[in-house]
């Protein structure tokens, strides 16, 4: 509510008296700390050094040097829903994210929209004086608002954060990435030729809008929220970080996880009588199998490091190698922000929290991946041509995801990983540093506590009070406790007594030092939910979840069983969800306009996201361009979308119209145009595929070439059925900037379309037959 006006307002200024208190700014305290949140994405418990991984990680190390390490801080075992919690500080249900944004599936606890009445800890702080800024992975708006027909509100600048820079998805290519700059998409501004990489380019932001502040207002403090890219997959990183672990990783995993466990006994993290759980604890295809006999996934089985090939383990070496690199580099630039803070004497009073948003991805399946495009079409991975890329792993080359038995050993000593309610999936990283106000300096905690004890945590260590509104909305109480008690004393009761656990399927739940977890696998397809197996662990003296005590405490169990179904309606967390990937991403949403049979498109305006685009997957499609082209040398993209892991483009060249189709990154399939085009004004320019026959993973049939009303050529190929990128890709007319769908492209990027004129670009996924194709396409575009 407005401050009222208190002043005394005459017809004369001169007898009136001003009051200025309702229009001015907020003013954070004096001496108020800044807050920076480092949120790592798919970075596992024991990767980092001062966890006792085998990644140097001397930057973080730093903070934790000045801070504390907690050993039993969780998240949800995702990503959007973890990111929720920590600015929330409400569970992941009732923000409804029950999954990533990608997945929202019409219901309260999954719409992948955060209600007003969870507000954010940058829509709080920027109401009581802090700049807001943030920079890199956002993935907390549903996918049919990451495009700019949408309105904003869930954008970081729809919550509360005054300036950001980064992508609004799960993930994206390091190198070429989707890039978003306060409400609009850019360009990168460099080729990864020229040195570009995203991390180091989001740091850039960092610093730029904290100098550009601190110019005009040197004591007002900001709250930055800094969240890389790394390590989510694809794992990108300069060859000179990658090869600094060259041969670091030859070992293999089952023997790095034995290694690791040896160094966190010594460091303190975990207790001296930890073993490691089986590298396959819950199952394998062949050992089991869900009801009515469906079967164990294959992703989540894990062949042991023995079993392995001379070539299969060289291989899986290298992608260890590219992990650690992209950690490490990213370490380096988390270093360049920090010097900056401390030459510019403020990293003393500054809060630095760095944390994962869950556990490592075992998302590469048990042979990983140098392209995961062909995971997300069902086509399987190729040996021979994955050890082809060996030395380009980490390139933009390559879109590549390690094998889980990394996952594993990332993860030591817990089970399992990113997805799954064990440990592995949710026991992270946790650090938390305020050299000023605290007195704790590189010291280890054993407090249980989640993500969504962050917020209030933040709002205690500011004396700051949550807000009964927020713009309007009546707020909703956290679920969190605040962990500032523990920081400066170890012996500090946890404030924190039961956690709750739901994601795809897998289920736990934390009470008071004892656990219950299911065994159900994620993504399966299994359903049958009553008739899951729950184990039972005494976290406090076995955090690995190794002694599985449900035989041996059946009242215990029934009681942790009964407290998840309590907690799990008190937080929504229903309908489950454990559908299979395909299921899930193929689930119809809301789109901003009708699904149509035809789509017009004019020349260099903003990328249209993939999601929102013409989809021409798996039918009968024709592409028609109308140009003006005045004389001989037009050449140029027309119409691209996709990059060299899967998409397709009409392009010209050499005087010649050309069509690729780039089927998931593994063939290049080009139809060229027999005749050079002609000049002349409202040319079309064409090109029409006639679908004749589909197979599980791609669609096959011939495609042809026009223009002047004449077939110049044609070709047989075949079309994959997924996307082309795992968080949309861009549809583009008249350009292609970031990363070709082929090196065949004429010209430098962004191969603008030069020498002609481009009025639109219709397409047409109607499927109806096209007998004079110059004279529909001319319709085509009248029409639109």
Not at 62 to 87: D, E, F, M, N
Not at 412 to 429: H, I, L, Q, S, V
Not at 446 to 463: K, M, N, W
């Amino acid at each position: 509510m407005a401050k009222p006006f208190r002043g005394v307002a005459n017809v004369d200024i001169r007898d009136s008296v001003p009051d200025w208190s309702p229009f001015e700014p907020p003013r954070a305290p004096a001496g108020a700390p800044n807050v920076v949140y480092v949120v790592l994405d798919d970075v596992g418990f024991s990767a980092m050094g001062c966890y006792g991984g085998p990644i140097e990680t001397p930057n973080i190390d730093r903070i934790a040097a000045k801070g504390v390490r907690y050993t039993q801080w969780h998240t949800t075992a995702l990503c959007s829903p973890t990111r929720s919690c920590l600015l929330t500080g409400r569970n992941h249900t009732r923000n409804s994210m029950a999954c990533i944004t990608e997945a929202a599936s019409g219901f309260p606890n999954a719409s992948g929209t955060i209600p007003p009445e969870n507000g954010m800890l940058s829509e709080i702080l920027g109401e009581q004086g802090w700049n807001t800024y943030m920079v890199g992975k956002w993935h907390l708006c549903p996918t049919d608002e990451m495009n700019l027909a949408a309105t904003r509100r869930n954008w970081p600048s729809g919550r509360g954060f005054e300036r950001w820079y980064g992508f609004l998805g799960a993930e994206t290519n390091q190198w070429y990435p989707d890039l978003v700059y306060d409400n609009h998409p850019v360009d990168q501004p460099r080729s990864p030729e020229e040195g570009y990489h995203l991390t180091e380019d989001i740091t850039d932001k960092a610093i730029e809008f904290i100098k550009d502040a601190k110019a005009i207002a040197p004591d007002k403090p900001f709250f930055l929220y800094y969240a890389p890219g790394a390590c989510h997959a694809p794992h990108h990183a300069p060859k000179e970080w990658i090869d600094k672990f060259k041969g670091k990783f030859d070992m293999g995993y089952d023997t790095l996880r034995e290694q690791t466990l040896a160094r966190q006994k010594e460091l303190g993290i975990v207790s001296a009588d930890t073993e490691l759980p089986p590298v396959n604890p819950i199952g394998t295809p062949e050992t089991r199998s869900g009801p009515e006999g469906q079967p164990f996934p294959e992703l989540d089985y894990t062949r042991p490091w023995d079993s392995l090939g001379d070539d299969e383990k060289r291989l899986f070496a290298r992608m260890a190698e590219v992990y650690a690199g992209f950690l490490a580099h990213a370490d380096h630039h988390i270093g360049r922000l920090l010097d900056h803070l401390e030459q510019t004497d403020q990293m003393e009073n500054t809060v630095v929290v760095v944390v994962s948003d869950n556990g490592a991805s075992g998302e590469g399946g048990p042979n990983g991946s140098v392209n995961e495009m062909k995971f997300a079409n069902g086509v399987p991975d190729d040996l021979a041509e994955n050890l082809a890329q060996l030395d380009d792993l980490g390139s933009p080359k390559t879109y590549n995801h390690y094998a889980n038995g990394w996952a594993m050993a990332f993860n030591t000593p817990f089970k399992m990983w990113k997805r799954y309610e064990f440990n592995g999936g949710t026991a992270d990283p946790c650090i938390i540093s305020w050299p000023a106000g605290t007195k704790a300096r590189n010291e280890i905690r054993d407090q249980y506590h989640h993500a969504i004890d962050l917020v209030p945590t933040i709002l205690d260590i500011l004396g700051v009070d949550a807000p009964e509104t927020i713009k309007g909305h009546v707020q909703s109480p956290f679920d969190g406790v605040s962990m500032r008690s523990s920081i400066d004393d170890k012996s500090a009761p946890s404030t924190r007594k039961t956690q709750f656990y739901a994601m795809l399927g897998s289920r736990s739940i934390w009470h008071e030092g004892w656990k219950a977890v299911t065994t159900h696998p994620t993504l399966a397809g299994w359903g049958h939910f009553n008739d899951d197996e729950w184990e039972l662990y005494h976290t406090d003296v076995d955090r690995a979840e190794v002694n599985n005590l449900a035989a041996e405490h059946p009242e215990k169990l029934r009681e942790l069983v009964n407290v998840w179904f309590a907690e799990a309606g008190a937080n929504g967390a229903f309908p489950l969800d454990d559908r299979s990937a395909v299921e899930i991403l193929n689930t119809a949403r809301p789109q901003l306009s009708a699904v149509r049979d035809r789509y017009v498109y004019y020349p260099d305006v903003a990328a249209v996201s993939e999601w929102q685009a013409v989809s021409t997957r798996g039918r009968s499609f024709v592409i028609g361009a109308l140009v003006d082209i005045p004389a001989p040398g037009a050449e140029g993209v027309l119409f691209a979308i996709g990059s060299r892991f899967g998409g397709h483009a009409l392009y010209v060249k050499d005087g010649r119209l050309h069509y690729v189709n780039n089927f998931v990154g593994s063939e290049e399939q080009v139809v060229v145009g027999s005749e050079d085009i002609p000049t002349g004004t409202d040319l079309i320019l064409s090109a029409s595929f006639e679908k004749d026959g589909q197979e599980p993973t791609f669609t096959t049939g011939i495609l042809s070439l026009f223009h002047a009303g004449r077939k110049v050529g044609e070709g047989r190929i075949k079309t994959q059925l997924g996307a082309f990128a795992i968080a949309g890709a861009g549809l583009y007319v008249g350009r292609h900037p970031g990363e070709a769908i082929t090196e065949d492209y004429p010209g430098a990027s962004p191969h603008h379309f030069t020498g002609g004129t481009i009025d639109r670009v219709a397409v047409d996924v109607s499927g109806e037959p096209y007998l004079d194709l110059e004279r529909e396409a001319t319709l085509m575009i009248m029409r639109e």
